[in-house]
């Protein structure tokens, strides 16, 4: 367990999910994860519903591994992805019907309150993920785009800031002028192993090849 100053529980409203509560220090990692059955449709001329499934779930085990040492939090609105997270140690922010976009603030949101001051957000399709609490080091906002420059893999910015997220192609240039707009120091990260995500067919065959690096 992490060294902690704050302890909270979030779980589904019908309380189905339960355990010890994760502890929360100034820091932590926020993972979107959709439900693994339906996640990378876009891969269905490469891989069938169980082994993309299977891809997901193992991209997403990579990425909660990465944010070690700091506590994570998985906002998902889907009850397979919650015991999931909870058997990974993390905290459930469950926000169904949010879209990814209002689920990455609503899940800043209650980790600001639960007293979290700086908060990494991690996509959960990154199969070469490491050292994610090195990207939140810096202050003000940090942007890990990925390899094509396009989108926006990491973020870490302050919990307070008021940071409206803007997910989906040329998510980059929205989000790194919002850190302009807000006034806060920005940096943009170039770290191959959170550049690679895995979006279309191409994109499993250079990660499988990789043995060790990928899922």
């Given at each position: ?76 609105d889907d009850n397979e992805v919650a015991e999931w997270a909870r058997t990974r140690g993390a905290l459930v922010v469950w926000e169904p019907g949010r879209g990814l976009n209002g689920a990455v603030e609503a899940g800043v949101d209650r980790l600001r309150a639960a007293g979290v001051s700086q ?97």
């Amino acid at each position: 367990m992490w060294p902690a100053t704050y302890t909270v529980a979030v779980t589904a409203p019908d309380d189905r999910l339960h355990g010890d509560p994760l502890r929360l220090g100034p820091r932590a990692v926020l993972v979107p994860v959709k439900a693994f059955s339906q996640a990378k449709r876009r891969l269905h001329l490469a891989l069938g519903e169980p082994e993309r499934a299977e891809l997901a779930r193992a991209m997403a085990d990579r990425v909660v591994s990465a944010a070690h040492p700091l506590p994570v939090a998985v906002v998902c609105d889907d009850n397979e992805v919650a015991e999931w997270a909870r058997t990974r140690g993390a905290l459930v922010v469950w926000e169904p019907g949010r879209g990814l976009n209002g689920a990455v603030e609503a899940g800043v949101d209650r980790l600001r309150a639960a007293g979290v001051s700086q908060v990494t957000v991690a996509h959960a399709d990154l199969p070469r993920a490491s050292d994610l609490a090195l990207v939140g080091e810096a202050p003000g906002i940090t942007l890990v785009p990925d390899r094509y420059g396009n989108g926006t893999n990491v973020i870490a910015l302050p919990a307070d800031a008021g940071f409206q997220f803007s997910y989906g192609p040329g998510s980059f240039a929205r989000h790194r002028a919002e850190a302009e707009r807000l006034g806060l120091p920005t940096r943009v990260l170039d770290r191959p192993d959170l550049a690679w995500d895995i979006d279309e067919p191409g994109d499993v065959i250079p990660v499988a090849v990789l043995g060790p690096s990928g899922p």
